[in-house]
């Protein structure tokens, strides 16, 4: 069962397309595909685990998600890659 029909299935909204609204109002946004990166199985191993909510998830470094954005290149997407570099740059520098 894919993951959006089992959050329909358990009290969500459909928002978009890939997008539901959880009953408490958070929005999920499901992602089956990233552009311009390796398999899941490659990109997972890559992830690191944070506090969400109670919960720990996986997230993509920002290197990976700016690496993403550089392949799919919607006009969104370059506001976000230099916001992206910027951070990346900053990091570098206090380290």
């Given at each position: 069962m ?5 959050a329909?299935?358990?009290g ?13 109002g ?35 470094p920002?290197e ?7 392949a799919?290149?919607?006009?969104k997407d ?18």
């Amino acid at each position: 069962m894919r993951p959006v029909n089992l959050a329909l299935r358990l009290g969500a909204k459909m928002v978009r397309n890939t997008v539901v609204e959880l009953s408490d109002g958070m929005l999920v946004n499901f992602i089956f595909e990233v552009t311009g990166l390796k398999s899941f199985a490659v990109e997972f191993r890559k992830a690191r685990k944070l506090n969400f909510h109670g919960l720990m998830v996986p997230v993509m470094p920002l290197e990976s998600i700016r690496r993403s954005k550089m392949a799919v290149m919607r006009p969104k997407d370059e506001a976000h890659i230099h916001y992206i570099a910027e951070t990346l740059r900053l990091r570098k520098k206090t380290k």
